[in-house]
């Protein structure tokens, strides 16, 4: 099985589990006495779970993510039963849109699966003591994070040379052209500092600490988030 396909078949478990509580609560309502009230921790359970599924298939910064925290501010929190029905009919809209592979984030899905194991990979390595081994992975995991981003949002991914050949771009200059339209220039520089780090790790220039490697991957794994390929 592809793992897009693997992500779409653990998404419509996900909604299973949630239709399924839907079902228990409306239950829950229907048999309630005049005036009785629904358990405060069955509500914050159902509409937890609706809002991180929601998050976690659909990314933080899509429509339906907007609309789900949306709904929990106009119905006055996490722990309100108006809510219910509101993101209850969100995570069914998403669910047909998945199931009708509409959802594009699912190709985003795949990537951050992917770099998310090589993260993991260098965050072991670190733990061990080799923070350059730790340094080279993480530094060509944001490489091809950055040549993704790219082709994601029309950046060429190819210079000329003097010789008029076409030639890969390096990925300073990804960074310098996708600071222009995709992320601020603090980003910018963070990603230089990183790319920096880097280089040195892969031409054994060992004058960085493990901190700063730690500081790496914890920026590099929130920038992935932020900016999703």
Request: aromatic share 8%.
């Amino acid at each position: 099985m592809r793992a897009a396909d693997q992500l779409k078949q653990e998404a419509l478990g996900q909604f299973a589990v949630i239709e399924k509580l839907f079902t228990v609560i409306e239950a829950k309502r229907n048999e309630s006495r005049p005036g009785h009230r629904l358990p405060t921790a069955d509500i914050s359970e159902f509409n937890s779970l609706c809002l991180a599924t929601i998050e976690r298939i659909a990314g933080k910064q899509h429509t339906y993510s907007d609309q789900a925290r949306t709904a929990i501010e106009r119905g006055h929190g996490i722990a309100s039963s108006t809510v219910i029905s509101p993101l209850y009919g969100i995570v069914l809209a998403l669910k047909r849109d998945v199931e009708a592979d509409y959802l594009v984030q699912f190709s985003e899905l795949e990537h951050a699966s992917l770099f998310a194991d090589f993260i993991e990979m260098g965050d072991y390595l670190l733990e061990l003591g080799y923070k350059d081994a730790a340094a080279v992975l993480a530094g060509g995991v944001l490489e091809s994070h950055l040549r993704q981003l790219a082709a994601k949002h029309g950046v060429s991914l190819a210079d000329v040379n003097p010789a008029g050949e076409s030639v890969p771009r390096k990925a300073e200059r990804l960074n310098q052209e996708l600071a222009k339209s995709v992320y601020g220039k603090l980003d910018q520089k963070n990603v230089t500092v990183w790319l920096d780090l880097r280089n040195k790790a892969a031409h054994a220039e060992y004058t960085y600490s493990k901190e700063q490697v730690e500081l790496f991957s914890q920026g590099l794994k929130l920038f992935m988030v932020q900016y999703p390929a």
